[in-house]
């Protein structure tokens, strides 16, 4: 019997991998498509699996005809794992707060923004903001990330979360102020005596 191939592909051999590859992927992907019923997911079980069958390659043995059976042990496993993973999410998912509505402090400062000019006074004002507190304002109040989802980015507890984004709209109140006088008095400094526009020159 030959086991040519077997050991090709236990030595590594990327031309008997591709062969592999073209031999099965088809096996894989509608075994992956009847388990799953999404035909997505099915394409992404078989990346998984031949991206496990590189990793175990070694693991082939000179047995049987084909190595179809090791293929897909090997995806059933990728199937497993990925279902254990999917039911996980799920779970998860499950178990967030019912979704809370995060006070839109956004819409007091864009009803005082009447420009351009005033519009980039707040982006400005937010950049001054550390990078903590800002991430969590633009996760809750531009995103509309509820607090629990919000927590999940960074990895902390929703108490955090509620904290910082006080603190940033507290501050973000503070500095869009003084950013809009700025834009304010700049606007008055170019008029002329007389209560006219400054003619800007490029």
């Not at 990895?155 to 950013?179: H, I, N």
Request: glycine share 6%; hydrophobic share 40%; aromatic share 6%.
């Amino acid at each position: 019997m030959n086991y040519s191939l077997h050991t090709r592909i236990r030595a590594g051999d990327r031309e008997a991998f591709r062969e592999l590859f073209r031999d099965h992927a088809q096996l894989v992907y509608r075994h992956a498509v009847r388990v799953t019923g999404d035909w997505t997911v099915a394409e992404d079980i078989v990346s998984l699996t031949f991206l496990e069958a590189w990793r175990l390659r070694a693991k082939l043995r000179d047995e049987g005809d084909s190595p179809r059976p090791w293929l897909m042990g090997i995806a059933v496993n990728v199937l497993r794992n990925s279902t254990r993973a999917a039911r996980r999410h799920r779970q998860a998912l499950g178990r967030l707060p019912a979704e809370e509505t995060v006070p839109d402090f956004a819409d007091e400062l864009v009803g005082r923004i009447a420009d351009g000019d005033q519009l980039a006074a707040a982006r400005r004002a937010l950049k001054k903001l550390n990078r903590s507190e800002r991430e969590v304002f633009t996760l809750c109040v531009w995103s509309g990330l509820g607090y629990a989802e919000a927590a999940a980015v960074p990895d902390v507890p929703v108490g955090t979360v509620r904290s910082r984004l006080s603190r940033a709209r507290k501050r973000l109140a503070k500095l869009a102020e003084e950013e809009l006088k700025k834009t304010q008095g700049t606007v008055a400094g170019q008029r002329t005596s007389t209560g006219q526009p400054a003619v800007r020159t490029c």
